[in-house]
C-alpha cells in the first residue's frame, strides 16, 4: 500500500498563488506516475496535471502557463505552484500515484489518492 499526503491549501484573492505538495511512500524499485486533479461539487473531477516516471510534465489547457509542475528527485516530493489564480481554480485538489514496474513489491503497485486539500480563490 502507497501513502498519499496533499498540503498546502488555502483560501486567496485572485491573482495570488498557492503551492500544494504530495508526498508517497517510495520504494526503489517502482515507477511513479505522479499527476495533480481537482474537483468541485457536482462536477467529474478533472485532470491539472501530470510528471510521469521518466520526468516529462503535461498539464490541462485550463492551467497551462499559470501551474507549473515540478518534483524533488530526492524525496519523490510532488509540487504544484499555482500563480494567477482566479475563482475558477477553486476546487478541492487531489494527488494520484500510479505506482508500477517489474521490481516493485505486488503490494505497492496500483493507483493510489491522497484525501485531498482544498483551494479556495476568491474575487
Known amino acids: 500500500q502507497v501513502q498519499v499526503a496533499e498540503r498546502g491549501g488555502g483560501s486567496v484573492r485572485a491573482g495570488g498563488s498557492l503551492r500544494l505538495s504530495c508526498g508517497a511512500s517510495?520504494?526503489?524499485?517502482?515507477?511513479?506516475?505522479m499527476s495533480w486533479f481537482r474537483q468541485v461539487p457536482g462536477k467529474e473531477r478533472e485532470f491539472v496535471s501530470i510528471?510521469?516516471?521518466?520526468?516529462?510534465?503535461r498539464y490541462s489547457d485550463s492551467v497551462k502557463g499559470r501551474f507549473s509542475a515540478s518534483q524533488d528527485s530526492a524525496s519523490g516530493t510532488q509540487y504544484l505552484q499555482m500563480n494567477s489564480l482566479v475563482p475558477e481554480d477553486t476546487a478541492m485538489y487531489y494527488c494520484?500515484?500510479?505506482?508500477?514496474?517489474?521490481?516493485?513489491?505486488?503490494?505497492?503497485?496500483?493507483?493510489?489518492w491522497g484525501q485531498g486539500t482544498q483551494v479556495t480563490v476568491s474575487s
Open positions: 510528471i510521469d516516471r521518466r520526468g516529462n510534465i
Open positions: 494520484k500515484v500510479e505506482v508500477s514496474g517489474v521490481g516493485c513489491p505486488r503490494r505497492a503497485v496500483g493507483i493510489f
Open positions: 517510495k520504494y526503489l524499485t517502482c515507477n511513479y506516475d
